[in-house]
């Protein structure tokens, strides 16, 4: 079965609970088989909003990336998001940041993701369940790692 690596943050309300209902939720897409620790970390992109929280699970799952792009869409809606801007304040983000060894370019979805290897926020909690993804970690600099801290 594929195994996606699905990269999740929250700033608004409560974060933790917004992401432990997530990781719930993550259950009508598959099968969630690791689940990274809470990340704390600034904002990318819009700086002036509330730090984010940020975890990563593995998940196996029968959709295709597509099917799972809008389930986890569907999810992020009834979770409580809203759309505002790019990069701005948010209930619920979850990201497919990979899927399998799977690549995808077409308009509205990238595999992997196009900006993981840049956003330690993500190789974080996701090098902590994937060790396959500790080197791209440490290759970020060490000030960009330092700002993402482990609750």
Sequence with gaps: MPLA??????????????LERAIAALATLGSVTACSSF??????GVTDQPEFLNAAVLMETELS????????????????????????????????LAYDDLAVDEPDLIVPH?????????????????PGYEAALQRLPAADRAEVRRL
Excluded: C, H, M, Q
Aim: avoid cysteine.
């Design 114 to 130: 196009p900006r993981l290897l840049e956003r330690a926020f993500a190789l974080a909690p996701l090098a902590e369940i994937d």
């Design 39 to 44: 990340y704390r970390s600034a904002p990318w």
């Design 65 to 96: 990336p597509r099917e799972l792009l809008a389930g986890l869409k569907r999810l992020e809606t009834e979770l409580g998001r809203t759309e505002s801007y790019r990069w701005g304040p948010r209930i619920v983000d979850l990201d497919i």
């Design 5 to 18: 690596r699905i990269g999740l943050g929250s700033n608004l309300g409560d974060p933790a609970g917004n």
